[in-house]
């Protein structure tokens, strides 16, 4: 199955995207089986966008996207089908060496929690340097540890000659966070991949840190990769979304008209949990239920034990609904049997 | 930190040290040198390092050292014969008061001094000190050596040398002393160089620990403690020319000493462990020679309380254990049983040829006799085992064991070390039954065989530990010393060991052979003189 | 990180001299008498009360043992730590005489186990639940089982007897006058491989495990996001964080190391604190015996420092 496709074809190929991800499915040995993690998914990604990819943990976004670095643990992942071109090259059928090539160098990753990211013995000045001269055999150690020095003081942190001498421990959430982006940055990759990059710290720091980001994009004119859980993280700095539900896309849309009207009941179940101004409950709202087992996936289309919408309809149990466009040569995809209805259920008060 | 030098460098510096230590002029890879000069080189093996050397204990990782550099005043082999290189006579005179030595002449120190009589005197007024030799209970007796020990006299009296060649001991009273300093085996020191040490710096004088001056076939060059001790033909020896240039006696354990005679590392080594003997014996270039012992190992040795106090016990024991076959069994053949339990404890000349009890092996006879003497088989009895775990000894003691539960005797053995067993002999001797022992040379002089049994010498102050007392029996030692009346001696001595062959004070289980091990190359070694005539030893032709 | 050194150096020394008084009474318990186990039963049959009286006063055993003690304690405030028993020398010439031979011994097998134990480990745990993981686990099981004194007989016999390939002990060729550096290399590598041997194996059980927990870290994952090589990343980033722990296990294992020695040298002739250590036991020499259980002591709180200092060297989070 390749859903986009059609799609991409009617959008027309006026460029070519920097990466693009057809047919993904992967599968991960766990206690209970075999989990159905990512299915049969695909995406596009333009130079100088900013894609976000939403879900709930276990989504399968983390996955989709560490698969085609091949970061997953070899023991654990497994890749079924799919295909991953960049640069001319297929991502999922690299050799190890080759694959290495593309890492840190063509695309970075920036990860969640910058505690456990670091290595703790070594300091974040040769850690940097480390990611630089492992992609240029003629950096020498000095070299890198300048370009180390500058790339610490073009994310903000301040006296970063002392700050490279240092040891991850020594360092604020914040600070940690800023060096992890440095270094992420330090080969000028064409794209960035930036896993829940603000999850683990606070309010204040994240505002800090979408900033550096919104900046890296600028420096590199790169396009990023936003995994993210939060939606005001995706409001901030995403240009276009897709979310993840089950292994699979469930909707895909240009940022705004997501906020403005999402298309699968699933998307507006995760907008409503958001807590909003002038709320007087202090009650955090969330979706009723869970996700479903992905081992065992539920006949049909697997959000309908959840769906506000479904009602229980026999379509929802029996048939897995495609991704498709809610209208006719919109760019806007949506799986759900129902979508149409979502129009009628304006329950926003925007 | 770099992890490869983390983990390599203690590794590099213990190489390093390796290297700081074998000098600076062997880059040569010496194989070549090494080769012609292992064909000049004799290696010893002894399992026991002795902790110094002094010559006035008879500790048995000396004596190979000893009898290569230094010369025995007089030593008496297993069949009783006694032989000198440095002494033409001894005799006794009729009242068995004067002991005279007539020395030979000829034999030099290696600075070019005459070995005299006043090397002998010096020697015999050292062991006479208990302050210096573990010989002097044994050698007492001589005219004038306790004024001389307490310092009121300069000279012993009783010790003297009328010319050069000859030294004349007066006893106090008629004794066997002549028999006990042969049977000791002493080492001639050199006057020239230790006649003036007071006896209290001996232990720490120098001479010991490099012997600068020596007599023997070899000379002493270096110890290398944990290791071996290294000695050199000495060219000045008198009594003809050591066969090696070189001469390292090694310390190791028995196993390693077995590897390295199979690997041709070691030429000669005598204290074959009898299970092993059929083993080396199949080693190229080993050979294998064996003779009759003399020293009873193990002996079990019996507590004279109850409720071992009834004869018909003890006899019933030594009638309970299976001697022959402990002999093949523990020590694969290489050993003698004495059935009537008193031969191989004295010269044959002193041994009763009639009237005496064969205790051979009859379990039958043994619960007659318990049956007589009312024997309760609940007793439970321990025997205090000192011996290595799985050896011979041990293995032995083991069979003893079981046989005597057969006939319904029980013993418990323990096993403690030898300074264990003696404190507790000595403390509480009445915690335990049985003892391990082990005989020595006794086949000198009968009246040796009283150190075992007399009533005053129960252990600490003799021999006698599991003190036995028999009156009728210390009679007849004491006449048997001072008689010197040969035919009435035998006579005396004879009845002695009738009633030591009734009473079994103590069962002489077996009589292990002298096995040695040699290279086949090696000529001259002989099992029954073992490393004593070591200077006459050579490659074969 | 020096003020910490110093500090706990401070700390060892009341510990050191308390080990010293306890192994001091411990010792003095020991049954038997230091001068009748000097002697063979041969010469107990026959020597004299008096020569054993003699002897025991010339030890200055015919003392209170508090007397004793105070005697003693002066002998080792001058360093030589008592005299010998057996050997008319101060204990410390004798031990001085034999530590060079047992730290070489003793340092190369800890190389041999630490480089051999941690690349075992290192690599089971990357091939988790492998052939050879699984292999790698049960020979390092087997070789802590199996005694070393049967582990030093038969590699004797295969290596020196059946095969040549090396000497069956000492510490250098007697024949050849002026043996080589590469001779004592040769004589070392036997002796130190079995000791060796017997450490291994908690080198790579808790390698394995450390390095199974550090590779499942966001860290590793983070290099090998930048492009670092797997071996690199392995060795250069998560060998040092699996080491941290090790520091502790080779310091705890400082003492099967020294019992270690005692057989090995024994056995393989080694002329080093361990043989000492037996001989001195055997002969009821108290000075000495206490001096090495001393020597022990300080060995296993230097190694435990070490360890410390280790740690804090691998570890910047740790603050000495």
């Known amino acids: 199955m390749n859903e986009m496709a059609e799609a991409r074809e009617k959008r027309g190929a006026e460029r070519e995207p920097l990466l693009s991800v057809r047919d993904l499915s992967v599968s991960l040995r766990s206690d209970e089986g075999l989990v159905q993690a990512v299915r049969n998914i695909g995406w596009d990604i333009y130079d100088g966008e900013v894609l976000a990819i939403v879900g709930e943990s276990g989504s399968g976004k983390s996955v989709s996207v560490n698969t085609l670095l091949g970061l997953m643990r070899q023991d654990v992942a497994i890749v079924n089908s799919g295909h991953a071109e960049f640069g001319g090259r297929d991502l999922l059928n690299l050799g190890e060496r080759e694959l290495r090539e593309v890492r840190g160098k063509d695309i970075s990753v920036i990860f969640q929690d910058p505690m456990a990211s670091f290595n703790p013995v070594k300091t974040i000045g040769d850690q940097i340097s480390e990611a630089i001269r492992v992609h240029d055999e003629r950096a020498t150690r000095r070299w890198a540890w300048s370009r180390s020095i500058t790339l610490l003081s073009m994310v903000g942190v301040p006296n970063p000659e002392l700050r490279c001498k240092q040891y991850p421990h020594q360092y604020s959430g914040g600070m940690r966070q800023r060096a992890m982006i440095a270094m992420a940055m330090a080969n000028r990759p064409r794209l960035l991949i930036a896993d829940e990059p603000t999850t683990a710290l606070d309010m204040t720091i994240q505002a800090q840190i979408i900033d550096v980001l919104r900046l890296v994009q600028k420096e590199t004119g790169g396009a990023i990769v936003l995994i993210t859980h939060d939606l005001g993280l995706v409001a901030e700095l995403a240009d276009r979304v897709l979310v993840m539900y089950a292994g699979k896309i469930v909707e895909s849309a240009g940022v705004v008209e997501l906020f403005a009207s999402p298309r699968h009941p699933y998307t507006r179940a995760l907008l409503e949990s958001l807590p909003r101004i002038g709320d007087q409950s202090d009650e955090l709202r969330s979706i009723s239920g869970q996700m479903p087992s992905l081992v065992e996936l539920p006949e049909g289309c697997a959000f309908h034990p959840r769906c506000s919408l479904s009602h229980d309809r026999q379509l929802c149990r029996e048939l897995e609904p495609p991704l498709q466009e809610t209208n006719s040569g919109s760019e806007r995809l949506s799986a759900c049997h129902f979508s149409r209805e979502l129009d009628e259920l304006d329950i926003f008060d925007r | 930190m770099n992890l490869g030098a983390l983990g390599l460098a203690p590794a590099a510096v213990s190489i390093l040290i390796i290297a700081a230590c074998s000098g600076p002029n062997d880059n040569d890879t010496s194989d070549g040198g090494a080769e012609s000069g292992s064909e000049q080189t004799l290696q010893l093996g002894n399992p026991d390092e002795p902790p110094d050397l002094l010559p006035y204990d008879s500790h048995g990782g000396k004596e190979p050292v000893f009898a290569a550099i230094l010369t025995p005043l007089i030593w008496v082999d297993s069949a009783g014969e006694w032989h000198s290189e440095l002494l033409e006579s001894w005799e006794v005179s009729d009242d068995g008061l004067t002991v005279t030595l007539e020395m030979n002449s000829g034999l030099e120190w290696t600075d070019g001094t005459a070995v005299t009589s006043a090397d002998v005197a010096l020697t015999l007024e050292h062991n006479l000190d208990p302050q210096v030799s573990v010989r002097a209970g044994s050698l007492a007796g001589v005219v004038g050596a306790e004024e001389f020990l307490s310092g009121e006299t300069e000279e012993i009296a009783g010790l003297t040398t009328p010319d050069e060649h000859t030294v004349v001991i007066e006893l106090e009273s008629p004794s066997v002393w002549l028999q006990d300093m042969a049977r000791e085996r002493i080492f001639v020191v050199p006057e020239h160089v230790l006649g003036d040490v007071p006896h209290d710096d001996l232990n720490d004088h120098e001479y010991f620990s490099s012997f600068p001056v020596s007599n023997g076939p070899y000379k002493f060059v270096e110890w290398e403690s944990g290791q071996h001790i290294e000695l050199e033909r000495s060219d000045q020896w008198s009594l003809g020319e050591a066969g090696f240039s070189r001469l390292f006696i090694k310390y190791l354990p028995g196993d390693v000493a077995n590897a390295q005679l199979e690997t041709g590392e070691l030429h000669y080594y005598d204290r074959v462990d009898p299970s092993d003997a059929d083993r080396i014996a199949e080693f190229e270039h080993v050979e294998i020679q064996s003779t009759t012992g003399v020293s009873q190992s193990p002996v079990w040795g019996l507590m004279y309380n109850e409720p071992l106090l009834d004869e018909r016990v003890r006899q019933a024991m030594a009638h309970a254990i299976d001697r022959k076959g402990i002999c093949e069994a523990a020590f694969n053949g290489f050993c003698t049983v004495p059935e009537t339990n008193i031969p191989h404890i004295a010269p044959e000349w002193a041994l009763p040829d009639s009237g005496i009890t064969v205790y051979d092996y009859d379990p039958e006879r043994a619960k007659e006799l318990l049956k007589q003497a009312d024997w309760n088989s609940e007793n439970e009895l321990i025997f205090l085992s000192w011996s290595e775990p799985g050896g011979p000894r041990d293995r032995a003691l083991e069979i003893a064991q079981a046989n005597m539960a057969d006939v319904g005797i029980n013993w418990t053995i323990e096993n403690v070390d030898l300074p264990t067993m003696n404190e507790r002999n000595e403390e509480s001797p009445e915690s335990f039954h049985g003892w391990e022992g082990a005989g020595g040379n006794f086949a000198v002089d009968p009246n040796f065989v009283r150190e075992l049994t007399a009533c005053d010498k129960h252990f600490p102050m003799g021999a006698n530990r599991g003190h036995y007392c028999n009156e009728e029996l210390d009679d007849l030692w004491s006449a048997g010393s001072s008689e010197t009346d040969q035919e009435e001696r035998a006579r005396i001595y004879k009845d002695a060991f009738r009633i030591l062959n009734e009473d079994v004070p103590n069962i002489w289980m077996i009589i292990p052979d002298n096995i040695v091990a040699h290279d086949a190359r090696l000529d001259g070694v002989n099992p029954e003189t073992r490393v004593r005539e070591i200077g006459d030893w050579s490659w074969e032709e | ?320």
């Open chain 3, 1 to 320: 990180m020096l003020s910490y050194v110093g500090r706990r150096l401070l700390i060892s020394v009341p510990v050191l001299f308390g080990i010293l008084g306890i192994s001091f009474i411990f010792v003095q318990m020991l049954p038997g008498d230091p001068v009748r186990a000097l002697m063979s039963p041969e010469e107990l049959a026959t020597a004299s009360p008096e020569y054993i009286e003699q002897r025991r006063s010339e030890l200055g055993l015919d003392k209170p043992i508090f007397v004793q003690f105070a005697a003693w304690i002066g002998e080792v405030l001058q360093g030589n730590l008592g005299h010998s028993f057996r050997r008319n020398t101060p204990v410390a010439d004798m031990i001085f005489e034999r530590i060079g031979p047992t730290a070489i011994l003793a340092i190369t097998a800890l190389s041999i186990a630490l480089i051999i134990g941690v690349l075992l480990g290192t690599f089971a745990a990357l091939k988790q639940n492998s052939w050879f993981d699984y292999l790698s686990s049960v020979t390092s099981m087997m070789a802590v089982s199996i005694p070393n004194f049967f582990l030093g007989l038969m590699a004797i016999y295969i290596f020196s007897i059946s095969l040549g390939i090396f000497p069956t002990g000492g510490m250098r060729t007697l024949a050849a006058s002026n043996p080589s550096a590469l001779d004592r290399v040769h004589h070392l590598i036997l002796p130190a491989l079995v000791l060796a041997i017997n450490l291994i194996g908690p080198y790579v059980r808790y390698t394995r495990q450390s390095m199974l927990e550090v590779i499942r870290q966001d860290y590793i994952t983070t290099a090998r996001a930048k492009g670092v090589p797997w071996m690199k990343v392995v060795f250069g980033h998560g060998l040092r964080n699996a080491l941290i722990p090790l520091t502790t296990v080779i310091a705890i294992q400082v003492p099967i190391l020294l019992t270690g020695l005692l057989v090995i040298e024994t056995i393989f002739s080694w002329p080093g604190l361990g043989r000492l250590t037996f001989e001195s036991i055997m002969g009821r020499d108290y000075p000495v015996i206490v001096a090495i259980v001393f020597i022990s002591a300080v060995f296993v709180v230097l190694f435990n420092l070490l360890a410390d200092v280790t740690a804090a060297a691998l570890d910047p989070r740790i603050r000495l």
